[in-house]
Nanobody, 128 residues
Framework: QVQLVESGGGLVQAGGSLRLSCAASGRSGRSFSYGMGWFRQAPGKEREFVAAIRWTGSTSYYADSVKGRFTISRADAKNTVYLQMNILKPEDTAVYYC???????????????????WGQGTQVTVSS
């Protein structure tokens, strides 16, 4: 049974920082996925890609809206992926989800359909 558990969300003022964590329990992340991604969904909007990282190599991917502000990283020994979010803006307010990439396709893994396992989400609210 694969379970992804997010933590680290909360309320922060614009310009502040938060770090989200996503722990994969039950099995090693490498055993069921090619990598991990973060998505977010704001009220009334579709879920959108934020960042992703593969278990092998050092390649990471970012949405244009977060490049230079967010950093995705992984701790293999802890089976955990992090999303460091700096210089937060009110438009970053959303529920953030981590997900496991189970379909390997050419290009950046930005399509939610490439991810079979999802966490329950963690709320991030940025006040102006």
């Amino acid at each position: 049974q694969v379970q992804l558990v997010e933590s680290g969300g909360g309320l922060v003022q614009a310009g502040g920082s938060l770090r989200l964590s996503c722990a994969a329990s039950g099995r090693s992340g490498r055993s069921f996925s090619y990598g991990m991604g973060w998505f977010r969904q704001a009220p009334g909007k579709e879920r959108e890609f934020v960042a992703a990282i593969r278990w092998t190599g050092s390649t990471s991917y970012y949405a244009d809206s977060v490049k230079g502000r967010f950093t995705i990283s992984r701790a293999d020994a802890k089976n955990t992926v992090y999303l460091q979010m700096n210089i937060l803006k009110p438009e970053d307010t959303a529920v953030y989800y981590c997900a496991a990439e189970t379909q390997l396709r050419i290009g950046a893994p930005v399509d939610p359909r490439e991810y079979a396992y999802w966490g329950q989400g963690t709320q991030v609210t940025v006040s102006s």
